[in-house]
C-alpha cells in the first residue's frame, strides 16, 4: 500500500466520521437560544457633529449585554457613549446605531480590549455632588471586592468656543472632553463618588481608618496616587481593612 | 493504478457509509431523551376525593442532565376524553400535587398521562400511563356493573424492565409498632437499603383493599368492543387541531431530515407553538411575522417571524401567567393562525377489560360513605402552598417607563379620538382621507413628522391602524403615551408609538381585520400538598369533627445513602388494616419499594 492510498484511505474515514456525526446531533439548542433570545429595544441613534470626544471606545466591539430580565444576550457589536451615558448597537449588516434602552439593561461587558481585556460596565445607583439626586449610571467596574471600585467614563461640554464666523457672527461649539467619576461602592451598595484623588482626599472619605489607611499604605509601599492603576491597587489595599 | 485507487475509494466510501449508519445509530440511541415516572397514592378512588401524585423526570439514558422544567398530567375517561389538564412546574425534576376528582365521573377506568413537550417528538407511546379506577359516590348496585378496569399489578412505575432490575437496592419500612387506636400518632422509619444516591421516595398511607392487583376484577374476554374514539378534541379548536397536526406531520418528516426537534424542551417557559395558515390552501406562510401580547397596563410585544413550514414559537415566561393572549399575523390578511394544544392525544386509551369482583363490594360501599361524611364535614385533604412560582421576568416592554404621558381627565371632553389628537396630543396628526383615518407621529429629533403610521397600542395590545380607536372619547380614555422618536424592537422600526390605555378595556371591543387569536396560556398548576388536619397540627376544629379519611398520609421525600427518616402522621376514625407504601426512583434510574402493614383498632 503506497502512501498515497494510506491517506486517501484516512481522509476518506475523517470525513465520514465526521459527516455521520453531524447527520445525528440535534440542533434544537441552538435554535431554542435564537428563536427565544431576549429582544434589543431601543431609539435610532442619529449622531451628532460635536468636538472633542464623546466615545469611550471609538470603533465598535464584540460585547454582551445582560438585561435587567436575566437574560444575556451575546457577541453583538457595541460602544458606549459618554456624553449620554447610553449603550450603542450596531445593527447587523446595516449602518443603524441605536442607543439601546437604559432601563433594560444590567450590564454590558465589552469581551476584548485593546489590552485583550474584558472590561464590564454596570449600572449603579450613585448620589453625590455631582447630581442634584440619585441616578442610574453605567460605570466601569475597575475592581470587585467588599469594597469595589468603579469608573463612570463621561464626558462632558467643557466650555464653547469660537469655531467659526458667519456673517460677522460668531458660531461657537462646545468641546467634549473626558470627566471621569471613581466610585467606591461599599457593602450595602452606597457610594462614594470622587473626580480626583490624592492622599488626603482619600483620608477624608474614611476619617475613621486613616491611621489604619496610612499603615497600610506604608506595608505595600503604596506611594503613588495618580493613574487609575494606582487606584485599583489602593482599593486592593482597602479591602484589607474589615 | 489509476482506476485501482479509484476502485478503492468507492469501495472506502461504501464501507463507511455503513459504519456511518453504525455509529448514527449509536449517536442516536445516545442523544438526549427524558423519560417521564409517576406516582399515585392508590388505585380506587371514590368521584369527589383528592389523587395525590408525584411526577419524577429523568434523562433517557441515565444521566443527571435532565432540561424540561414543565411537563403535563391528563386524566382521561375510557372515551378518552380528558378529565383534567394539568401543566407541572418542575423543581429538581419532580413535581407532586393533587388532582380533584369530581364528584360527576362515571364508574370506571381512567388514564393518567404524564409527559414533557420534548417526550412529544419521539410519540405518545414513549409517555408515562398509569391507570387508576374511579368509583362514582352514587353508583350502589355494584354488582350491576360491567366494569372496564383497572390497575396494574406492580404498583412501582411503568417501566418494566427497570422493575426487573431492582432487586439490588430497596427499601425497608418500620413502622413503632402494628397496632393502634383511633387518632394514634404513628411513627414509622425509612431507609434505603443499598441505595447509593438521592432517591425521591413518595409514601403512601392508606386502607387496605381487601383483594390485591389484578384480583380486583375478574377478568372478562377480551373483545373489539372498544370504541375507537379520536383524542379530545376541544369543539371551537376542532380545525384548529386537524389542520395542525396534519401540517405537523408533514413538518415533522421534513425535520428529521433537518435533525431538528419539532417539539423544543421547555426549560425556560412553557412554549406556545403555531402555524400560520393560508386560508386558500391550508399550507404554511413562510417568514410571517406573528405579534403575541397581553393586555396589560404596559404596552407590551413579543414577535417571530415563522419558518419555512409556517410554524412559530414563542416563549410564555411567568409574567403572562393567569393573563390572555393576543396573537396576531400582521403580513397576511387572509391567513389564519392555528395553535398546537399539547394536551391532544392521538392515541386512545384502551382500559383493561375486567368485571367487578364481588369480594371488593363491600370495601367499595364502605369508601362511599366515608367520602360522604367526609364532604358532610368539609374535610379536605389538599391544601395549596404557594400561587404561582415567583418570577423577576416583566412582560416585554417596548418602550422606557418615562414616556410622555397625557390624560385626557385634565381636559375638557371630546367626542372621538380625531378631536383628542387635534387638542390635546401635540406629537400627532390624525388625518382623514375617503373615509380613512391616518395616524403619523411628530419626530422629536428633526421636528417633522414621520411619514409612515406609528406603532399603536390599546390597553397594552398593538392594534392594526388609528381608525380602530377613532371612536374613543376622552371619557373612555384613562391616559395616552406616546413616544416621538423612531423605536427598533429586535429588528423592527417603528415611527414613534403611541398607546392608548382605555377605562374598561376597550381591546375587547375592536373590530380586527387581519388574522388573530385570543388565547388562555397553559400556565403551571398552583402546588398542593396532602394536609389532614389532626391533633399533630393542634387544630382544635378537628377534635370535634369526625375524620373517616381512608389517606392516612401521603409525602415525598428523599433519602440520601444510608441515612433513615421517619414520618409522622395520625391515624383517623377508620378502623381496619392499612398499608404503608413506598415508591421511588434512584438517580441512576433504579425503582425501589416497599411495603409494611399496620392495624387500627377502636379505642
Not at chain 1, 446595516?94 to 442607543?99: A, G, N, R
Not at chain 2, 394539568?86 to 362515571?106: E, F, Q, V
Not at chain 2, 403572562?320 to 399539547?342: E, Q, V
Amino acid at each position: 500500500m503506497t502512501r498515497k492510498t494510506i491517506i486517501i484511505y484516512a481522509f476518506s474515514i475523517v470525513c465520514q466520521l465526521g459527516l455521520a456525526q453531524d447527520n445525528n446531533s440535534c440542533a434544537c439548542e441552538d435554535s431554542i437560544r435564537s428563536l427565544f433570545e431576549s429582544k434589543l429595544t431601543g431609539e435610532v441613534y442619529q449622531p451628532m457633529i460635536l468636538r472633542g470626544m464623546e466615545f469611550y471606545h471609538i470603533n465598535y466591539g464584540d460585547g454582551t449585554i445582560i438585561l435587567e430580565n436575566g437574560d444575556t444576550i451575546f457577541h453583538h457589536q457595541i460602544r458606549y457613549n459618554g456624553r449620554m451615558d447610553a449603550l450603542l448597537y450596531l445593527v447587523p449588516n446595516t449602518v443603524h446605531e441605536i442607543q439601546l434602552d437604559k432601563f433594560a439593561i444590567k450590564e454590558f461587558d465589552f469581551n476584548e480590549n485593546q489590552n485583550y481585556q474584558r472590561e464590564v460596565f454596570r449600572k449603579i445607583r450613585v448620589k453625590n455632588d455631582f447630581f442634584s439626586d440619585t441616578a442610574e449610571v453605567f460605570s466601569q467596574l475597575l475592581y470587585e471586592d467588599s469594597l469595589s471600585l468603579y469608573v463612570f467614563r463621561q464626558y462632558v461640554s467643557k466650555r464653547d468656543q469660537l469655531v467659526a464666523v458667519t456673517n460677522d457672527r460668531e458660531i461657537s461649539k462646545p468641546l467634549y472632553v473626558p470627566s471621569f467619576i471613581y466610585y467606591f461602592q461599599l457593602r450595602n451598595r452606597k457610594t462614594i463618588g470622587f473626580k480626583k484623588f490624592k492622599r488626603k482626599d482619600l483620608f477624608d472619605l474614611f476619617p475613621e481608618h486613616k491611621e489604619t489607611m496610612k499603615k497600610l499604605f506604608r506595608e505595600n509601599r503604596q506611594r503613588k496616587f495618580k493613574s487609575e492603576s494606582d487606584l485599583v491597587q489602593i482599593t486592593k489595599i482597602l479591602n484589607q481593612i474589615n | 493504478m489509476k482506476k485501482v485507487f479509484l476502485y478503492n475509494i468507492v469501495l472506502i466510501l461504501l464501507l463507511f457509509n455503513f459504519i456511518e449508519n453504525a455509529v448514527g445509530q449509536i449517536f442516536k440511541e445516545t442523544a438526549y431523551s427524558e423519560k417521564a415516572y409517576l406516582h399515585s397514592d392508590r388505585l380506587i378512588y371514590i368521584a369527589g376525593e383528592d389523587l395525590f401524585y408525584n411526577f419524577y423526570l429523568m434523562n433517557g439514558s441515565g444521566k443527571p442532565d435532565v432540561r424540561s422544567r414543565f411537563a403535563y398530567l391528563i386524566l382521561r375517561n375510557e372515551e378518552s376524553r380528558a378529565i383534567s389538564e394539568i401543566c407541572l412546574n418542575l423543581k429538581n425534576n419532580m413535581a407532586s400535587g393533587s388532582i380533584y376528582l369530581p364528584d360527576t365521573l362515571t364508574t370506571g377506568s381512567y388514564q393518567i398521562v404524564a409527559f414533557t413537550n420534548f417526550m412529544r417528538n419521539k410519540g405518545e407511546e414513549t409517555f408515562c400511563t398509569n391507570e387508576i379506577f374511579i368509583i362514582n359516590r352514587f353508583d350502589k348496585d355494584l354488582n350491576k356493573l360491567k366494569l372496564n378496569g383497572v390497575v396494574n399489578q406492580q404498583r412501582t412505575f411503568v417501566d418494566s424492565n427497570l422493575i426487573a432490575n431492582s432487586v439490588k437496592a430497596s427499601l425497608l419500612l418500620t413502622p413503632e409498632k402494628t397496632k393502634y387506636v383511633q387518632r394514634q400518632k404513628i411513627r414509622v422509619g425509612i431507609e434505603g437499603v443499598n441505595i447509593s444516591s438521592v432517591a425521591p421516595i413518595s409514601i403512601s398511607v392508606h386502607e387496605k383493599v381487601p383483594i390485591s392487583g389484578m384480583d380486583f376484577f375478574a377478568p372478562l374476554p377480551r373483545g373489539n368492543t372498544s370504541k375507537d374514539s379520536s383524542s379530545f378534541v376541544h369543539l371551537d379548536e376542532q380545525f384548529d387541531l386537524q389542520t395542525f397536526q396534519n401540517l405537523l406531520r408533514k413538518v415533522s418528516v421534513s425535520k428529521k431530515e433537518e435533525s431538528h426537534c419539532l417539539y423544543y424542551v421547555e426549560a425556560n417557559g412553557v412554549i406556545l407553538q403555531g402555524i400560520v395558515l393560508n386560508s386558500d390552501n391550508q399550507q404554511g406562510i413562510g417568514n410571517a411575522t406573528v405579534f403575541l401580547s397581553t393586555p396589560d397596563t404596559i404596552a407590551n410585544l413579543q414577535f417571530t417571524k415563522t419558518d419555512n413550514f409556517g410554524v412559530f414559537r414563542f416563549l410564555i415566561n411567568h409574567s403572562y401567567n393567569g393573563k390572555s393572549i393576543f396573537l396576531r399575523c400582521m403580513d397576511y390578511p387572509k391567513a389564519s393562525i392555528a395553535l398546537d394544544d399539547k394536551f391532544s392525544l392521538k392515541s386512545t386509551f384502551k382500559p383493561s377489560k375486567y368485571a367487578m369482583n364481588p369480594r371488593l363490594i363491600p370495601y367499595i360501599l364502605k369508601c362511599q360513605n366515608i367520602v360522604n361524611i367526609q364532604k358532610t364535614y368539609q374535610i379536605k385533604l389538599s391544601k395549596e402552598v404557594s400561587n404561582q412560582v415567583a418570577s423577576n421576568k416583566i412582560p416585554s416592554r417596548v418602550y422606557p417607563p418615562k414616556a410622555n404621558t397625557i390624560y385626557p381627565s385634565d381636559y375638557v371632553e371630546l367626542p372621538n379620538f380625531f378631536e383628542v389628537s387635534r387638542e390635546i396630543i401635540q406629537s400627532l396628526k390624525i388625518r382623514n382621507k375617503h373615509d380613512m383615518y391616518m395616524a403619523n407621529m411628530l419626530n422629536e429629533k428633526t421636528h417633522e413628522f414621520f411619514d409612515s403610521p406609528p406603532l399603536i397600542f390599546l390597553d397594552g395590545v398593538p392594534i392594526e391602524n388609528i381608525g380602530q380607536i377613532i371612536t374613543l372619547g376622552s371619557d373612555k380614555i384613562k391616559k395616552i403615551e406616546t413616544v416621538s422618536s423612531e423605536r427598533y424592537i429586535g429588528g423592527m422600526y417603528f415611527k414613534g408609538i403611541l398607546a392608548v390605555f382605555s377605562k374598561n378595556m376597550e381591546i375587547n371591543n375592536v373590530h380586527w381585520e387581519t388574522p388573530h387569536r385570543l388565547i388562555q396560556p397553559i400556565t403551571p398548576n398552583p402546588v398542593t400538598i396532602y394536609y389532614r388536619p389532626g391533633f399533630l397540627n393542634a387544630d382544635v376544629d378537628y377534635q370535634h369533627k369526625p375524620d373517616f379519611s381512608q389517606l392516612l398520609h401521603w409525602e415525598v421525600l428523599t433519602l440520601q445513602a444510608n441515612e433513615k427518616k421517619y414520618i409522622e402522621f395520625s391515624a383517623s376514625d377508620d378502623i381496619g388494616e392499612f398499608d404503608i407504601e413506598a415508591n421511588g426512583i434512584l438517580s441512576d434510574g433504579t425503582p425501589v419499594s416497599a411495603k409494611a402493614a399496620i392495624k387500627i383498632v377502636p379505642n
